[in-house]
Each structure stands twice: as structure tokens, then as C-alpha cells.
Nanobody, 117 residues
Framework: QVQFVESGGGLVQAGGSLRLSCAAS????????IGWYRQAPGKQRELVAT???????VYADSVRGRFTISRDFAKNTVDLQMSSLKPEDTAVYYC???????????WGQGTQVTVSS
């Protein structure tokens, strides 16, 4: 049974930083493409960062240069370091496989990130 559990969200002022963590079970982060997604109120869920199985990282234009995705093989986690946060980064952040179609069975509760101006 695959499960992703997100943590690390919170309230931060614009320009600040947060580090999110995605703990995976039932799947190995070293063997899969894992992505961080976010969904802002009234908007569709979007993929913001992917860590591919081969170590390549891919970012959405909106976060490139500010967010960094990484893996911890010992913990089987995928982390998202977010810096220079903007109010438009406010959203619930989720992790899941980065593939099409996105497996809908594995969405977790997500973690809320709120950036105040």
C-alpha cells in the first residue's frame, strides 16, 4: 500500500523560507519519479517540482530558482526547500508520483503553506 505523508507547512512572511518533507511508504523514492504539487484556493492542482528516479530535478517556471527538491534515501523522503516565498505560493502542498495520469489513490492530506505579504 503506497502512502505519502506531507509535513512542514506553516505561516511565513513574504521572503521567508520553509522546508517541506514527504515521507513515502510502499514505494522507494530512489526508484520513482516523485513530485511536489500544490493547489491554491479556486485553482487546479499544479506540479511545481519533480525529482526523477535518475536524480534529475525539474521545476515549474513559477518556482525555479527559489525551490529545491531533494531526496533522503535513508529516510525514504522527498523534501522541498522553499525560499524567497511569495504570497502567490500560498497553497496546500502535496506529494505524489510524477507521472501521467497521476495516481489518484495516493493523495495525502497535504500540508498548508501560507505566505503573508
Amino acid at each position: 500500500q503506497v502512502q505519502f505523508v506531507e509535513s512542514g507547512g506553516g505561516l511565513v512572511q513574504a521572503g521567508g523560507s520553509l522546508r517541506l518533507s514527504c515521507a513515502a511508504s510502499g514505494a522507494t523514492v530512489s526508484d520513482n519519479n516523485i513530485g511536489w504539487y500544490r493547489q491554491a484556493p479556486g485553482k487546479q492542482r499544479e506540479l511545481v517540482a519533480t525529482r526523477r528516479w535518475n536524480g534529475i530535478s525539474v521545476y515549474a517556471d513559477s518556482v525555479r530558482g527559489r525551490f529545491t527538491i531533494s531526496r533522503d534515501f535513508a529516510k525514504n523522503t522527498v523534501d522541498l526547500q522553499m525560499s524567497s516565498l511569495k504570497p502567490e505560493d500560498t497553497a496546500v502542498y502535496y506529494c505524489n508520483f510524477a507521472q501521467k495520469p497521476i495516481p489518484t489513490d495516493y493523495w495525502g492530506q497535504g500540508t498548508q503553506v501560507t505566505v503573508s505579504s
